[in-house]
């Protein structure tokens, strides 16, 4: 399994920034997807996950009502849609294949200034 982010960067505070995830080596159709984070000096956090459906999606409590995770199972890829972020979303972002981070990849840094 390889699982390849992209996306992250600086941004203001109140600003937006969408993640990407490409997956191979796995049926990605079939697979619950899920992004993680984890920020200096803290434990790896879960943040969202979507069904295989596309359609069922949970979030953090941290993100609900700012973040939007979506799938397109025909281009294996996975997204992140961070609105209104917020210093304490400054972190590395992962995907993977389960809530604890299962086979995340290298991750994307995003940093979010105030």
């Known amino acids: 399994v390889q699982l390849a982010d992209s996306g992250g960067g600086l941004v203001e505070a109140g600003g937006s920034l969408r993640l990407s995830c490409v997956a191979s080596g796995l049926p990605f159709g079939r697979v619950v997807m899920s992004w993680v984070r984890q920020a200096p000096g803290k434990a790896l956090e879960w943040v969202s996950s979507i069904h295989s459906d596309g359609i069922q999606k949970w979030y953090s409590d941290s993100v609900k009502g700012r973040f939007t995770i979506s799938r397109d199972n025909a281009k294996n890829m996975v997204y992140l849609q961070m609105n209104s972020l917020q210093s304490e979303d400054t972190a590395l972002y992962y995907c993977?294949?389960?809530?604890?981070?299962?086979?995340r990849g290298q991750g994307t840094q995003v940093t979010v200034s105030t």
């Open positions: 993977a294949t389960d809530r604890r981070g299962g086979n």
